[in-house]
């Protein structure tokens, strides 16, 4: 088929054509919209968890469009490791802070905007971000004290005071949010708490790896408890076969029964791998319907695509230590081995393992799913490893 007319979409964030199996999530966001316009009290606010290629910042995008459809107060930002990342984040707010405010004294005539507009400004002067102007003096006492979480309140403060009287609410929402830092994490936290028991409509939502509950945990332990978990996954039969059904459809083309069965049995059911494949079927096949035959050719190419794509960077980061870890995890039969049970295979003390090990929660390519254990944060990056292990031994 014409690749030119690829109607699927593998990569990271990229809005795939049938947003498939996300119905109750969406309805978790749309819960929260009708609480705040029948101006009832704020609800839990959202995590969305999950390994890499599930889906999440799709999600959460189409979650933001949501609520911005509603005229809420979105701001989004991407949260980054290390020192960088954290100055990033807290400019990323400010900004979304700003913007949003704009769009917002466009069209709004409350008698209060211009004292919201006042503390968003300086919020923007304490996180170091005073070059966003809003044309408003600054307000001398609200968000000023130079202390995170303390500006951060007042900002939701006085935006969710305004926003009130319209009967929506602030949200801001967090990609790769186990990335935080810690200071900025915590502060989102007390804010959030500080919201609940005050009735502000103000909610943080989250996305990002299976470990991002447990990080809430540490930084407060009340934390965890406060936010509506929700593990985003595989999707089921029925839906991935949608997933490479309906695009092609909406192309005129179509699926022999053999090629659907394979490819979705091939994706493990994950949304990027079945994007992936249906890339792959589309732009190998000749003509539609695509065949048996064409699936396996498709096969091939998507796999050798998810290797250079989705694995070999993430491999092409680690030391030899690591790999050795890594190594020793993909062996395992187990999906979640305990740590114990990769020292053994290694011949080594599970102490002595600690750095490699935590080095590779912190690179995002493991994590703990409950103490002790350990698991790939990457679906199907054991049968990689494997692969490549074989490789370079033979
Ligand atoms: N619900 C879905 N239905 C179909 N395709 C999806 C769905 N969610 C995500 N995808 C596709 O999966 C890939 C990964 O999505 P992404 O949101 O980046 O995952 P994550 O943030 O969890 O790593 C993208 O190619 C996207 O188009
Ligand atoms: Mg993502």
Known sequence: ???ALDPYTPGSGKPPQALVGRDNDIDALDALIVRAARGLGPARPILLTGLRGVGKTVLLNAM????????????????SRGKAGAVRARRAIAAGLVRASMAYRARSAVAAVGRMLAT??????????????LGVERDPVR????????????????????????????????????????????????TQHEA??????????????????GKLATAKSYAERMFLVRRIGRLNEAESRRVLVEPAERMGASFEEPALTHLVNISGRYPYF?????????????????????????????????????????????TPAEREYLGAMAEEVDDSPTSTAIAARLNRSAQSLGPARANLINK????????????????????????????EQG
């Open 364 to 391: 995002g390519l493991i994590y703990a799913p409950q103490r002790g254990r350990i698991a790939f944060t990457v679906p199907g990056f054991g049968q990689y490893i494997a692969r490549q292990m074989a490789q």
């Open 274 to 318: 079945l994007q992936e494949f249906g890339s792959a079927i589309w732009r190998i096949s000749p003509r539609s319907p695509f065949t048996g035959a064409d699936a396996r050719r498709a096969e091939a190419v998507g796999l050798a695509q998810l290797d250079a794509m989705f694995f070999a960077a993430r491999w092409e980061r680690v």
């Open 120 to 133: 968003v400004s300086s919020f923007s002067v304490s996180v170091g971000a005073d070059s966003f102007s």
């Open 196 to 213: 609940s028991q005050r009735d502000w409509n103000f909610y943080v939502i989250g996305a990002g790896l299976p470990s991002l509950p």
């Open 64 to 79: 933001m469009d949501r609520a911005a459809a509603e005229k809420w107060f979105t701001v989004k930002i991407e949260a």
């Open 143 to 190: 968000a000023s004290t130079g202390s995170l979480d303390l500006d951060l309140q007042d900002v939701v403060a006085d935006v969710s005071g305004v926003l009130e009287q319209e009967r929506v609410a602030f949200v801001i929402l967090v990609d790769e949010m186990q990335d935080l830092d810690g200071e900025l994490l915590s502060a989102l936290i007390t």
């Open 1 to 3: 088929m014409q690749a």
